[in-house]
C-alpha cells in the first residue's frame, strides 16, 4: 500500500514548515451538559489549528471528541468561551464565532460551514434519495458550483466510480462512508472533519478508507481535524494529536475533559 | 437566491417521490378524512337544498287568502300590492259567482269549472305564457282541458244564467284557449280569467247591467267592494309577517305559515347537526392531517439536520417539510374529491327514481372544492410550519447524532 506511506511523509513536511495560517483560535472555550443528573464538561484551555495540518483527537467514545469537532463546525454552540476565531485564507479577517451564536447570526456561520467546512459523520449522513454522485455534489450544488468532473475524480480516487448512480441503499457500511468523504470534499473545502469516519467498519476496511481520506484531503490541501478512538489505525498516518485528560469528581456527578493542542 | 429554494424545492420533491410508500400513505390517510367529509357536505347540501328548493317553488306556500269572505276596497288592495313582499295580488268576487259553463265543439256535455282571477305575474301560471285578458280569454285548468278536449288556441262556448225579474236569462260568449295551466296550479276543473270578466259575471248574476257584452240589467251601484283575493308573498319567509300585519288590521288569513315554519325549522336542525358533525370531523381531520405531518417531520429531523450541515440555511430548511405537506394536502384533496365523485354518483343513481329531473342528492359547487382545498393546504403549511420550525430551532449537532 503505497498511499498512506507517501501521504504520512507529506503531512511531516507540512507540520514542519513555518508560517501558516491559524484557522482556528480557541482560549478557555467551556461546553456543559447535563444527562440524567451527571454533569459533562468539554474544557479547551487553548487550541490553536493552522491551516494544512492533519489533527487527530484520540479518546474513548464519550470523552468528548464529538462535543469538539461540533464546535468546530459551529453546529453546537459553546457554553461559555474566552475566545473562539475562526480564519480562512491569508487575506481574511478572523471571524468571532462566539459573537455570532451570542447574536444569533446562525445564517453567517451556517455560510462559513457551507463554504469552508467539509463534515465526515460516522455513520454515512447520506440523504437516502439521492443518487451517490448527486449525494457528492451535494455540498457542490448548494454553492452553485459547475461541474467540473471534481465528483468523478474524488469517486475514482475513492474506489466507487463504479457507483455514480447508485443509491446509498445498494452501498456496503465502507462504500457508503467513502461517498460521505467525497461528499466532504467536493466542494474543496479548507478544513475537513471527521468524526470517527472509520467507526463502523471492520478493522481491515477501516484501515483503507482512513488513509484514502488522509491522501485524498491532502490531495486537496484540506486542514483534516478527525476524531477516534483507535489511536493503532492513525499512529503511522503522522497525523499531530491533540492531548485530552479526563478527570472524574469524587461524588461521580461531574466528568471534566480538557482538551488542548 | 431563487435558484437557491429551487434546490431545496427540488430535493423534497426527490425525497417524496423516493419514499413513495411513505407518501402514499399520507396521501391515503388525508384522503380518508377529507373524501367521507366531502360526502357528508354534499348530502346536507343536496339534501337542504332540494327540501328548501322544493318550498320556494311551490306558489302554494307562499299564498296568503282571508278567511271568510270580507269587503276589500280597490284602494285598499292597491296599497296591499305596493308592499315590497308582496308579489301577486287580485282581488277575487265571491266563489257563488265565480263559475261558468264551458262546450267544446269536440265534447258534447257541458263542463262547470270554477273561475280563478288571474293578472299580470300570477305564480300558477307559466312565466312568459299568454295571459287571460279581457273578456274573451281563458287559460285552462289541466283537468278541464282534458274534459273539454280543446287545448291552446281553441274556442269555447262559455254561458251562464240568471233569473232576473223573474224570467230565467241565459247568456252565451265566446272564450278563447290563451295557454293551458301547469300541472298542479289548480288541481279541479277550472278557468284562469281577467279580474274583468269575473265582475262581469257577478254583475250579470246580480241583475246589473254588464254595457261591454250588451248584458241588460240595473244600473251599476256606487263603489264595488270584493270578499276577497289572492295573495303570493315575495317568499315563503315573508309569510308569517304578512300574516301578522292582517291579523294586527283584523283580517284573518289562511296561510301555510306553521308548515313553511315546520320545514324551516327542520332545515336548521338539520344545518345545525350537519355542522356539528362537519366541525368535529373538522377538527379531527385537522389533528390527523397536523399529527401525521408533524410526525414525518420528527422522522427527518436528521435529513433536515445533514441539510443545513451542507450549508442550507436554517430558515430555508422549512421548505423542505412545507413542500412535501403541499404534496401530501393535494394529492389526498384530488384522492379525495374522486372518492366524493364516486360516492355521489352512486347515492344520485340510487337515488334517481325518487328525484325530478335534474336533482341531486349529493351535490357539490366548485367553491366548495376550492374551500376544501383552501383549508387543506393551509392547514398542511401551519403544521409543517410549526414542526419544521421546532426542528430548525434544535442545534443541528443534536439532529446528527440521532440513530
Known amino acids: 500500500m503505497p498511499w498512506p506511506l507517501q501521504g504520512a511523509k507529506k503531512v511531516q513536511e507540512a507540520v514542519n514548515e513555518p508560517q501558516r495560517t491559524t484557522i482556528y483560535l480557541l482560549h478557555d472555550v467551556i461546553k456543559d451538559r447535563v444527562s440524567k443528573g451527571v454533569g459533562f464538561r468539554l474544557r479547551v484551555p487553548s487550541l490553536r489549528i493552522n491551516q494544512g495540518e492533519q489533527i487527530a483527537l484520540i479518546g474513548e467514545s464519550g470523552s468528548g471528541k464529538s462535543t469538539l469537532l461540533d464546535m468546530l463546525a459551529f453546529v453546537l454552540q459553546p457554553s461559555s468561551a474566552g475566545a473562539f476565531r475562526f480564519r480562512t485564507g491569508e487575506d481574511g479577517n478572523p471571524v468571532d464565532v462566539v459573537d455570532c451564536w451570542l447574536h444569533a447570526r446562525q445564517n453567517r456561520l451556517g455560510d462559513l460551514r457551507k463554504r469552508h467546512i467539509g463534515y465526515v459523520m460516522q455513520t454515512g449522513g447520506l440523504l437516502p434519495f439521492l443518487s451517490v454522485r448527486d449525494n457528492i455534489g451535494l455540498s457542490r450544488n448548494v454553492l452553485g458550483m459547475k461541474r467540473d468532473g471534481t465528483v468523478e475524480h474524488l469517486a475514482e480516487m475513492m474506489g466507487i466510480a463504479g457507483h455514480l448512480k447508485k443509491l446509498p441503499a445498494d452501498l456496503s457500511t465502507g462504500e457508503r462512508q467513502r461517498v460521505a468523504i467525497g461528499r466532504a470534499l467536493a466542494h474543496r473545502p479548507a478544513i475537513v472533519i471527521a468524526d470517527e469516519p472509520t467507526a463502523s467498519l471492520d478493522p481491515f476496511a477501516a484501515e483503507k478508507v482512513m488513509s484514502l481520506f488522509l491522501s485524498v484531503a491532502q490531495e486537496f490541501n484540506s486542514t483534516v481535524i478527525l476524531a477516534s478512538h483507535a489511536w493503532r489505525n492513525v499512529k503511522e498516518l503522522g497525523l499531530r494529536r491533540l492531548f485530552h485528560r479526563t478527570t472524574r469528581s469524587k461524588d461521580s456527578k461531574l466528568t471534566e475533559t480538557v482538551i488542548s493542542g | 437566491m431563487i435558484a437557491y429554494k429551487f434546490k431545496i424545492l427540488r430535493l423534497a420533491t426527490r425525497d417524496y417521490l423516493h419514499e413513495w410508500p411513505m407518501s402514499v400513505c399520507f396521501v391515503l390517510g388525508l384522503a380518508a378524512v377529507l373524501g367521507p367529509m366531502l360526502v357528508l357536505f354534499g348530502l346536507k347540501f343536496g339534501i337542504v337544498g332540494a327540501m328548501t328548493d322544493r318550498l320556494i317553488e311551490d306558489p302554494a306556500n307562499r299564498e296568503i287568502r282571508p278567511v271568510g269572505s270580507g269587503r276589500f276596497e280597490q284602494e285598499w288592495l292597491d296599497s296591499v300590492r305596493r308592499k315590497p313582499d308582496v308579489v301577486f295580488l287580485v282581488p277575487r268576487t265571491r266563489s257563488i259567482a265565480a263559475t261558468i259553463d264551458l262546450i267544446s265543439?269536440?265534447?258534447?256535455?257541458?263542463?262547470?269549472?270554477?273561475?280563478?282571477?288571474?293578472?299580470?305575474?300570477?305564480?300558477?301560471?307559466?312565466?312568459?305564457?299568454?295571459?287571460?285578458e279581457g273578456f274573451d280569454h281563458v287559460?285552462?285548468?289541466?283537468?278541464?282541458?282534458?274534459?273539454?278536449?280543446?287545448?291552446?288556441?281553441?274556442?269555447?262556448?262559455?254561458?251562464?244564467?240568471?233569473?232576473?225579474?223573474?224570467?230565467?236569462?241565459?247568456?252565451?260568449?265566446?272564450?278563447?284557449?290563451?295557454?293551458?295551466?301547469?300541472?298542479?296550479?289548480?288541481?279541479?276543473?277550472?278557468?284562469?280569467?281577467?279580474?274583468?270578466?269575473?265582475?262581469?259575471?257577478e254583475d250579470f248574476r246580480d241583475g246589473r247591467a254588464v254595457p261591454e257584452l250588451d248584458w241588460s240589467g240595473q244600473p251599476a251601484d256606487g263603489r264595488r267592494s270584493y270578499p276577497g283575493f289572492r295573495l303570493y308573498a315575495r317568499s315563503i319567509h315573508d309569510v308569517a309577517g304578512l300574516r301578522n300585519a292582517f291579523a294586527a288590521i283584523g283580517v284573518e288569513v289562511h296561510t301555510r305559515a306553521a308548515q313553511i315554519e315546520t320545514v324551516q325549522r327542520m332545515d336548521r336542525n338539520l344545518t345545525a347537526i350537519y355542522w356539528a358533525i362537519a366541525a368535529i370531523g373538522l377538527v379531527g381531520f385537522s389533528l390527523s392531517l397536523g399529527a401525521s405531518l408533524w410526525a414525518n417531520v420528527e422522522?427527518?429531523?436528521?435529513?433536515?439536520?445533514?441539510?443545513?450541515?451542507?450549508?442550507?440555511?436554517?430558515?430555508?430548511?422549512?421548505?423542505?417539510?412545507?413542500?412535501?405537506?403541499?404534496?401530501?394536502?393535494?394529492?389526498?384533496?384530488?384522492?379525495?374529491?374522486?372518492?366524493?365523485?364516486?360516492?355521489?354518483?352512486?347515492i344520485n343513481s340510487m337515488m334517481s327514481d325518487q328525484l325530478e329531473a335534474g336533482q341531486q342528492v349529493c351535490r357539490l359547487l366548485q367553491i366548495h372544492y376550492m374551500i376544501a382545498l383552501g383549508l387543506t393546504c393551509s392547514a398542511a403549511v401551519i403544521a409543517a410550519g410549526l414542526a419544521g420550525t421546532r426542528s430548525a430551532r434544535i442545534e443541528p449537532s443534536e439532529g446528527l447524532r440521532e440513530i
Do not use: C
Not at chain 2, 295551466?181 to 278557468?191: C, H, N, S
Open chain 2, 299 to 346: 422522522r427527518k429531523r436528521k435529513q433536515l439536520s445533514i441539510l443545513r450541515l451542507v450549508g442550507f440555511r436554517t430558515r430555508d430548511i422549512i421548505w423542505f417539510p412545507m413542500v412535501q405537506s403541499l404534496f401530501t394536502a393535494m394529492l389526498g384533496w384530488a384522492l379525495a374529491v374522486g372518492i366524493y365523485y364516486a360516492t355521489a354518483l352512486v
Open chain 2, 105 to 132: 265543439a269536440k265534447v258534447s256535455r257541458i263542463v262547470p269549472v270554477e273561475l280563478i282571477a288571474s293578472g299580470q305575474g300570477d305564480p300558477l301560471l307559466e312565466a312568459g305564457a299568454p295571459l287571460p
Open chain 2, 139 to 201: 287559460v285552462l285548468s289541466r283537468s278541464s282541458a282534458n274534459k273539454l278536449a280543446v287545448s291552446a288556441g281553441d274556442v269555447l262556448d262559455g254561458s251562464l244564467a240568471r233569473r232576473f225579474q223573474g224570467e230565467l236569462e241565459r247568456v252565451h260568449l265566446p272564450l278563447t284557449v290563451v295557454a293551458i295551466a301547469p300541472e298542479g296550479a289548480f288541481g279541479r276543473d277550472g278557468a284562469f280569467v281577467s279580474v274583468r270578466l269575473l265582475e262581469a259575471l
